[in-house]
Structures are given as structure tokens and as C-alpha cells.
């Protein structure tokens, strides 16, 4: 067995506030090494000031954070030289090109010209920017856009990417290329961090995932494990109102799982289909649509916090 | 101050690689303005002047807009274009997630300004000494004054620049703190023969009175102690603007 390596980010009761408000209240956070790494959370919930405490553009009003085992407070220089970060809204030169983009950002890590060059034509080809390359950003398309802006972060061969929500009003098509990047990535040994509020995009990428809400960490584990501690593997959805829900649940054998969110109510058990037929059973001829489909994070955020990931946190 | 002189060298670059794409349309007007200036005020306006101080008009004006033109030089670039690069092009948050550091993007400005003020500076320098309003080799004395002007507008604006919660404020930068320094510098009169003398005290005050000064004397080829003051002023006030500037950046782009 090889040595367990100690983790890449080690957060220990960091609070972060600005003025009354707390961002971050006494989060706890280890990002093991070589994994890939999510932060789920509504909007507000404090995962961008966790990131910036990560990569140092934020000082944590009480707590340590430890990058690469040293702490960002002292060392933040050397911890952003091996760390590369995109940001939620892309940082780009819109009248330069892509690779003139790519080469000043190459020279703020002091990479001498020829690295540059070769690392320039590696990421453009990883990346498929093609002839994009030599085309001025403010005429590429939001796609283009973000995988230049993924490129930059990538100019230092990071042992740490970090990427703020990556494919946040992306087309589907390109949610799903830069994945495959992030995957290959990953599968190269790069550490990778992401913060999302798609609890589709942290289910496929993630092997890990913190849930925060109102900058406390509210769960802690990888995708499956959290849906099956806290619900079962399977859901089914309907709708009815709260009268209904409550003759359906009390008309089952065996209590189970639920949540409601409006209208809709979700039960959950691990092999769905003797609820679904339960269930239809109880509906009489009423033949509502019931949808039997996998629980998600989704349903583990609804279930631990009572709101929605797209409600404010 | 923590500075690594080699990532405040990438800032300057990364403004040094944008501004070639536009130099052509940037440094042309450098040299049409002094022109007007000299050819309107110099030999327009001074043509109803017999003399002033033992010298034509012209020759006064000379030096007086050589500082001006570094001052104008820093300034544009520390005011709109480095507030356009925190607020809107996010510029700063990009470079602070690699190695370079606050301090190295107050450096790497600092000195790019002053590059920019040498563009201005420099052209106005040619266009005065194709007019022949340079002593030579003695004015060659005054090509340092620039740099110097370059530093201390450039430390004022960016103190002003890193503070300001919106960008209208400009126009209260230059309209009453450059234009009137401008006017009111020793450039166009001498202030010292219209001022009474304890409002002298006061005017000393004033930050473009130092550099038109000090290129004056290197005009002039006449140094007494009062360039040691001078140099002096530029770089006191430089250095207290530039530790204010660095806890406005600090604040604003590390809270």
C-alpha cells in the first residue's frame, strides 16, 4: 500500500466575514490529493470566498488554510506558483488574442519565452482552440471564451486547478467538452477543486463533495455515499397536495424516505419499483404521472437544508 | 512592500504587449499637441510679449510644458485605464491568482505610467528642440525631470485611482486638481513675480511647480538649492501617495 499523501487543501475553522455578514462560518475542508473535488452550493452559499481564502485573495478573519502543507497567510507567492485558478467570470483581454492571452498570463509565473511557446501550443491543442488561437477574444464565442480562460489557469501546469462554477451558461455541448478535459486532467494526477450549483456536473466530475449553505460545510463525502446515507438510490416524484401526500405515505407498508418541495412529493427506497407500484395502487384511477428515476444531490441538498439549490442560500 | 522586480516586469509587460497594437495611434498626437501649444501660446501669444525674466515668451513656455506633458503622460494612464482594468476587464483578480502580488501590480503600473509619460515627455523634447528651443547639451539635463514628473503624477493618480468608488470622479480630477495646476504652475507666468510672499509658502504646495522648475534650471543651465528641494518633494510625496495607493489596492482587491 502506498503512502496515504496528506491532502492538497486543509481548511481548519475558517471564518471569513464582511462587516456584520459571515461568508464562511467555521468550515473544515480537506481536499485530497489527486482527486477531484466539489464545493455544492446554492448562490450565497460562501463557496467563491472559500476559493479566494484558498488561493490567498482573502484572509480568513479566524481559521488556517494550508495549501501544499504551507500556510497561504505566509506563503501565498509560492502556493499560487503551483495552483492555477479560473475565475466565475472570465479574466480576459478581449482585445488581445487568445494566445497573447496566453503568453502574458505564461509570463506572470516568470515562464521563459520557449516554455511558453511550447505550453501555448500544447493547451491550444488540449483545449481544441484551433485557429481560435490567433483570433481576438472579444470575437470568439462564450465557449471559446471559457476554455481560453481555462487555458490560462492551465499556463503553469498546476498541481491544483481550481475553477469557479467552469460551465455556469455554457451550452450543453460544451458543459460536456470541458468535463472530458477536467476528467482527462484528473486522470493525469491534477488535483482539481470545482465549485458548482449543477448538482449534475459535481455527480459525474466529483469524487468528492462538500455541501455548503450559509457558509457552513453541511456534508461531506463522495456523491453516492451522500445519497445513500441520507436517502435511498431511487426516487419517485409525483404530484399531489399536502392532504394527498400525507394519505399516500400513511397507506405505504413500510415508512420511507420523503421530501416535499412544492407541489411535488419524493419518495425514495433502493429498488423503487414495489413503491411505484404501491403508489399507483394507492392513486386509484386517478392514473397521475409518477417518475421513477436515480435520487441525486439535488434531493440530499433539499433533504438537508429544506430549500432548493437554485434558492438562495 | 513586498516587490519581486520580475513579476511587477510581467505587469509592465502585459500593458507594454497591449500598447503595441495601438502605439501608432497613441504617440501621434504626442507630437501634434505641442506643436498647437508652442505655435498658439509660444509664438501667438507671444508675440504681444516683449520679454519675460531676459527671455522671449517661447523660451519660458518651453520647459514649463515639458513637465506638462509628463504630467498628462503618467496621468491618463494611472486614471481611466487602470481604473477600467480593476473594474471592468477584472484585470488585477486574474493577476492575483498567479505568484504576482499587490505590490508587484502597484510596481509594474507605477512604472509603466512613467513609461508613458517618457512617450509624452520625449515628444515633446523633439518637437521643442526641431523648434530650436533646446539648449544643447545643457537642456538634454531636463530629459531627467520627466521620468521624475512621470513618478510623482503617477503616485498621485493611483492613490487617487486605487480610492474612488465610481469613475465620474475623473472629471473632478482633472478639471480641478490638473487643469488648474496646469495654469497655475509657473508654466504660462511666473508665479513667484505675481503672488504675494507668503502665499509663496503656500504655492510650494503645488505639485507641477516642482518639475517646471527643475526643467527651468536645466534650460536655463542656472542650479541652485532649490532643486534639491524640488527632487526632494517628488520623492517624499511619491512615496507617502504610493503607501496610500498600496493599502487602497490591498483593500480593495484582497478583502
Same mark, same amino acid.
Given at each position: 500500500?502506498?503512502?496515504?499523501?496528506?491532502?492538497?487543501?486543509?481548511?481548519?475553522?475558517?471564518?471569513?466575514?464582511?462587516?456584520r455578514?459571515?461568508?464562511?462560518?467555521?468550515?473544515?475542508?480537506?481536499?485530497?490529493?489527486?482527486?477531484?473535488?466539489?464545493?455544492?452550493?446554492?448562490?450565497?452559499?460562501?463557496?467563491?470566498?472559500?476559493?479566494?481564502?484558498?488561493?490567498?485573495?482573502?484572509?480568513?478573519?479566524?481559521?488556517?488554510?494550508?495549501?501544499?502543507?504551507?500556510?497561504v497567510?505566509?506563503?501565498?507567492?509560492?502556493?499560487?506558483?503551483?495552483?492555477?485558478?479560473?475565475?466565475?467570470?472570465?479574466?480576459?483581454?478581449?482585445?488581445?488574442? @487568445?494566445?497573447?492571452?496566453?503568453?502574458?498570463?505564461?509570463?506572470?509565473?516568470l515562464?521563459?519565452?520557449?516554455?511558453? /511557446?511550447?505550453?501555448?501550443?500544447?493547451?491550444?491543442?488540449?483545449?481544441?482552440?484551433?485557429?481560435?488561437?490567433?483570433?481576438?477574444?472579444?470575437?470568439?464565442?462564450?465557449?471559446?471564451?471559457?476554455?481560453?480562460a481555462? /487555458?490560462?489557469?492551465?499556463?503553469?501546469m498546476?498541481?491544483?486547478?481550481?475553477?469557479?462554477?467552469?460551465?455556469?451558461?455554457?451550452d450543453?455541448?460544451?458543459?460536456?467538452?470541458?468535463?472530458?478535459?477536467?476528467? @482527462?486532467?484528473?486522470? @493525469?494526477?491534477?488535483?482539481?477543486?470545482?465549485?458548482?450549483?449543477?448538482?449534475?456536473?459535481?455527480?459525474?466530475?466529483?469524487?468528492?463533495?462538500?455541501?455548503m449553505?450559509?457558509?457552513?460545510?453541511?456534508?461531506?463525502?463522495?456523491?453516492? /455515499?451522500?445519497?445513500?446515507?441520507?436517502?435511498?438510490?431511487?426516487?419517485?416524484?409525483?404530484?399531489?397536495?399536502?392532504?394527498?401526500?400525507?394519505?399516500?405515505?400513511?397507506?405505504?407498508?413500510?415508512?420511507?424516505?420523503?421530501?416535499r418541495?412544492?407541489?411535488?412529493?419524493?419518495?425514495?427506497?433502493?429498488?423503487?419499483?414495489?413503491?411505484?407500484? /404501491?403508489?399507483? @395502487?394507492?392513486?386509484?384511477?386517478?392514473?397521475?404521472?409518477?417518475?421513477?428515476?436515480?435520487?441525486?444531490?439535488?434531493?440530499?441538498?433539499?433533504?438537508?437544508?429544506?430549500?432548493?439549490?437554485?434558492?438562495?442560500? | !512592500?513586498?516587490? =519581486?522586480?520580475?513579476?511587477?516586469?510581467?505587469? #509592465?509587460?502585459?500593458?507594454?504587449?497591449?500598447?503595441?497594437?495601438?502605439?501608432?495611434?497613441?504617440?501621434?498626437?504626442?507630437?501634434?499637441?505641442?506643436?498647437?501649444?508652442?505655435? *498658439?501660446?509660444?509664438?501667438?501669444?507671444?508675440?504681444?510679449? =516683449?520679454?519675460?525674466?531676459?527671455?522671449?515668451?517661447?523660451?519660458?513656455?518651453?520647459?514649463?510644458?515639458?513637465?506638462?506633458a509628463?504630467?498628462?503622460g503618467?496621468?491618463?494612464?494611472?486614471?481611466?485605464?487602470?481604473?477600467?482594468?480593476?473594474?471592468?476587464?477584472k484585470?488585477? %483578480?486574474? !493577476?492575483?491568482?498567479?505568484?504576482?502580488?499587490?505590490?508587484?501590480?502597484?510596481?509594474?503600473?507605477?512604472?509603466?505610467?512613467?513609461?508613458?509619460?517618457?512617450?509624452?515627455?520625449?515628444?515633446?523634447?523633439?518637437? *521643442? *528642440?526641431?523648434?530650436?528651443?533646446?539648449?544643447?547639451?545643457?537642456?538634454?539635463a531636463?530629459?531627467?525631470?520627466?521620468?521624475?514628473?512621470?513618478?510623482?503624477?503617477?503616485?498621485?493618480?493611483?492613490?487617487?485611482? !486605487?480610492?474612488?468608488?465610481?469613475? %465620474?470622479?475623473?472629471?473632478?480630477?482633472?478639471?480641478?486638481?490638473?487643469?488648474?495646476?496646469?495654469?497655475?504652475? %509657473?508654466?504660462?507666468?511666473?508665479?513667484?513675480?505675481?503672488?504675494?510672499?507668503? #502665499?509663496l509658502?503656500?504655492?510650494? *504646495?503645488?505639485?507641477?511647480?516642482?518639475?517646471?522648475?527643475?526643467?527651468?534650471?536645466?534650460?536655463?543651465?542656472?542650479?541652485?538649492?532649490?532643486?534639491? #528641494?524640488?527632487?526632494?518633494?517628488?520623492?517624499?510625496?511619491?512615496?507617502?501617495?504610493l503607501?496610500?495607493?498600496?493599502?487602497?489596492?490591498?483593500?480593495?482587491? !484582497?478583502?
Open positions: 500500500m502506498p503512502e496515504p499523501k496528506p491532502p492538497v487543501v486543509s481548511m481548519r475553522g475558517v471564518s471569513k466575514s464582511y462587516g455578514s459571515l461568508a464562511v462560518d467555521g468550515l473544515d475542508l480537506d481536499v485530497p490529493a489527486g482527486q477531484c473535488f466539489g464545493l455544492l452550493g446554492p448562490n450565497g452559499a460562501g463557496k467563491t470566498t472559500t476559493l479566494r481564502m484558498i488561493y490567498g485573495a482573502a484572509r480568513p478573519s479566524a481559521g488556517t488554510v494550508a495549501v501544499f502543507g504551507r500556510d497567510a505566509r506563503h501565498g507567492r509560492a502556493v499560487r506558483a503551483q495552483l492555477g485558478v479560473t475565475l466565475q467570470d472570465n479574466v480576459l483581454i478581449e482585445t488581445a488574442t @487568445a494566445r497573447e492571452n496566453m503568453e502574458i498570463f505564461g509570463r506572470h509565473y515562464l521563459d519565452a520557449e516554455t511558453i /511557446a511550447r505550453r501555448v501550443g500544447t493547451l491550444v491543442e488540449f483545449l481544441q482552440l484551433g485557429a481560435h488561437a490567433d483570433m481576438i477574444v472579444r470575437r470568439l464565442s462564450g465557449g471559446f471564451k471559457r476554455r481560453l481555462v /487555458a490560462l489557469s492551465l499556463m503553469n498546476p498541481e491544483l486547478l481550481i475553477l469557479d462554477e467552469p460551465t455556469t451558461g455554457l450543453p455541448n460544451v458543459r460536456q467538452g470541458l468535463w472530458s478535459r477536467i476528467r @482527462a486532467l484528473r486522470a @493525469a494526477g491534477t488535483t482539481v477543486l470545482i465549485t458548482t450549483h449543477y448538482m449534475d456536473e459535481a455527480e459525474r466530475l466529483c469524487d468528492r463533495v462538500v455541501i449553505t450559509r457558509g457552513r460545510a453541511i456534508a461531506d463525502d463522495a456523491p453516492a /455515499a451522500l445519497i445513500a446515507a441520507h436517502l435511498a438510490r431511487e426516487a419517485i416524484e409525483f404530484d399531489c397536495d399536502e392532504a394527498e401526500g400525507e394519505r399516500f405515505l400513511a397507506g405505504l407498508d413500510d415508512a420511507v424516505p420523503h421530501l418541495t412544492g407541489d411535488r412529493l419524493m419518495a425514495f427506497a433502493d429498488d423503487a419499483g414495489w413503491l411505484q407500484e /404501491a403508489l399507483r @395502487a394507492l392513486d386509484g384511477g386517478d392514473r397521475r404521472p409518477f417518475v421513477l428515476r436515480p435520487a441525486n444531490l439535488e434531493d440530499v441538498f433539499l433533504s438537508l437544508s429544506g430549500t432548493r439549490l437554485d434558492e438562495e442560500g | !512592500m513586498d516587490v =519581486s522586480p520580475r513579476h511587477a516586469w510581467s505587469v #509592465w509587460r502585459r500593458n507594454a504587449t497591449l500598447y503595441r497594437r495601438t502605439w501608432k495611434f497613441n504617440i501621434l498626437p504626442n507630437f501634434f499637441e505641442p506643436v498647437f501649444y508652442l505655435t *498658439a501660446i509660444g509664438i501667438g501669444v507671444g508675440a504681444y510679449i =516683449s520679454e519675460i525674466g531676459g527671455m522671449r515668451y517661447i523660451e519660458f513656455l518651453t520647459p514649463g510644458l515639458l513637465a506638462v509628463a504630467m498628462h503618467a496621468s491618463f494612464e494611472v486614471t481611466y485605464n487602470v481604473y477600467v482594468r480593476i473594474h471592468f476587464e484585470a488585477y %483578480d486574474g !493577476m492575483l491568482t498567479t505568484p504576482v502580488g499587490p505590490d508587484d501590480i502597484l510596481i509594474g503600473e507605477l512604472l509603466w505610467s512613467m513609461t508613458r509619460s517618457l512617450f509624452y515627455g520625449g515628444g515633446f523634447f523633439i518637437v *521643442a *528642440a526641431l523648434f530650436g528651443l533646446v539648449p544643447f547639451p545643457g537642456g538634454l531636463a530629459l531627467v525631470v520627466i521620468p521624475l514628473a512621470g513618478l510623482l503624477f503617477a503616485a498621485i493618480g493611483l492613490a487617487f485611482t !486605487m480610492r474612488i468608488p465610481f469613475i %465620474d470622479l475623473f472629471s473632478f480630477y482633472f478639471t480641478l486638481f490638473l487643469t488648474p495646476l496646469f495654469l497655475f504652475s %509657473d508654466v504660462f507666468f511666473p508665479i513667484r513675480e505675481r503672488l504675494p510672499g507668503a #502665499w509658502i503656500v504655492a510650494e *504646495a503645488l505639485p507641477l511647480l516642482h518639475p517646471v522648475r527643475l526643467a527651468r534650471s536645466a534650460f536655463l543651465g542656472e542650479w541652485g538649492w532649490v532643486a534639491l #528641494w524640488d527632487v526632494g518633494y517628488i520623492l517624499a510625496v511619491s512615496a507617502v501617495l503607501e496610500f495607493a498600496r493599502r487602497g489596492v490591498r483593500k480593495r482587491m !484582497m478583502s
